[in-house]
């Protein structure tokens, strides 16, 4: 059956206070249907500054010309002036809102001003830490701003060799930067800048207590900047003790995903295989990201499809990094065009021609379904999100 974006999915949605179950948090089905809203390209959104308005060096605004930056997005247009202010940061951003060079720019320039400038930044995964130090890299062409990467699951030796080294940034999760800094091989209190991403993420994967006992190791006079999309209560009680007279800075969308076609697909269990197979031979979806809930789904999937004949790979964090690492850049290299993961891929993944989204099992919670669609729709360009429901 072909999916018609105008009738609404592809079956009826016969009863529209359908649950999901499994005995996890129920979401309603009709929160996965919406239309994708007319949406202003980032281009067009008014904002006060150019790149060269900020006093950035010249090799450096030159590698952002270079990378195609025509003009700052609205959270880059506000953070990096009060970062260069040397303000502490509050930042409350939707992903795909251009937050990662909001700090990486002033960063850089800080380290380029100042070469004996030591940042830490932590992220609350793998995969999001590796794209922050990919960011990084992609505007210090030519300069001599070294970064280094500090994960669990890559080689120990390698990551305490570079560190030692001395680089003046290092990206890291908080579990394998706590590990560092008990061998000694990290020196918090010699840490300038502090920068935490996704807190509200990194909370919900019980990390509160690794970062509260490595900001306590760091000199009370850091700048310290604190990006999260939510500010719950949690968030919250961090707020006063982690960040010194903050700017707060928040730039959320309305409508989250506003710029993703979002859909069911009712099948049962047990058909949702061949219905997959279906779907992703039809010509427009060029480039999959399928979401299972667990290391098994995905990898039985992910054995299915390429069985089939379709390029396709599973990622979880049950593989060793290095493996996790070259199936990214297979996926964003189009060396494959489908991939499968748990959630994972939900946050970090920055992908931009990614078509499609399907998520083969339900989500845990709205919050996570809103990251998982979030990997399509990138920049000025729209997505699609199908949901498979019974």
Do not use: C
């Not at 968030?235 to 969308?253: A, C, G, Y």
Request: charged share 30%; hydrophobic share 35%; no cysteine.
């Amino acid at each position: 059956m072909q999916y018609n974006r105008h009738s609404g999915g592809y079956r009826q949605n016969r009863n529209p206070n359908r649950f999901r179950s499994f005995g996890r948090k129920r979401i309603d089905s009709r929160l996965y249907i919406k239309r994708a809203d007319e949406f202003t390209k980032i281009e067009d959104i008014e904002t006060k500054n150019s790149f060269t308005d900020f006093g950035l060096n010249a090799e450096l605004t030159k590698n952002i010309k270079l990378k195609g930056y025509v003009k700052p997005t609205q959270i880059q247009d506000q953070v990096i002036p009060q970062i260069i202010k040397g303000r502490d940061i509050l930042g409350i951003a939707d992903t795909g809102t251009g937050k990662t060079a909001a700090f990486a720019l002033p960063l850089i320039e800080k380290v380029l001003k100042n070469p004996n400038e030591r940042i830490l930044i932590m992220a609350p995964t793998r995969e999001l830490a590796m794209q922050i130090k990919q960011e990084f890299r992609s505007f210090t062409w030519g300069l001599r701003v070294y970064i280094t990467l500090a994960i669990g699951g890559s080689y120990l030796g390698e990551q305490i060799k570079e560190i030692r080294r001395g680089p003046h940034i290092i990206v890291g999760t908080p579990g394998r930067i706590k590990d560092l800094g008990k061998r000694r091989v990290l020196d918090f209190s010699k840490i300038d800048t502090l920068v935490l991403d996704e807190v509200d993420r990194m909370l919900d994967m019980g990390f509160i207590g690794d970062i509260k006992s490595i900001v306590d190791q760091t000199p009370k006079s850091r700048q310290t900047l604190f990006f999260s999309a939510t500010v719950d209560s949690k968030v919250e009680r961090l707020i006063d003790t982690f960040l010194n007279n903050p700017v707060k800075i928040s730039i959320k969308s309305p409508n989250p995903s506003s710029h993703v076609e979002q859909n069911i697909v009712r099948v049962g269990r047990n058909m949702r295989v061949e219905k997959l197979k279906e779907l992703v031979s039809e010509a427009d979806f060029k480039k999959v990201l399928i979401f299972g809930s667990t290391q098994i789904t995905v990898e039985r999937l992910a054995t299915t499809l390429i069985q089939t004949g379709f390029r396709a790979e599973g990622l979880h964090g049950g593989k060793r990094q290095n493996v996790r690492q070259k199936i990214v850049k297979s996926f964003k290299e189009n060396q494959i065009n489908i991939l499968v993961a748990t959630d994972v891929a939900a946050r970090g993944l920055d992908i931009s021609d990614i078509t499609h989204v399907i998520n083969f099992d339900e989500p845990n919670n709205y919050q996570d379904y809103i990251h998982r669609i979030g990997r399509t729709g990138r920049g000025d360009s729209k997505g699609y999100a199908l949901t498979f429901v019974e």
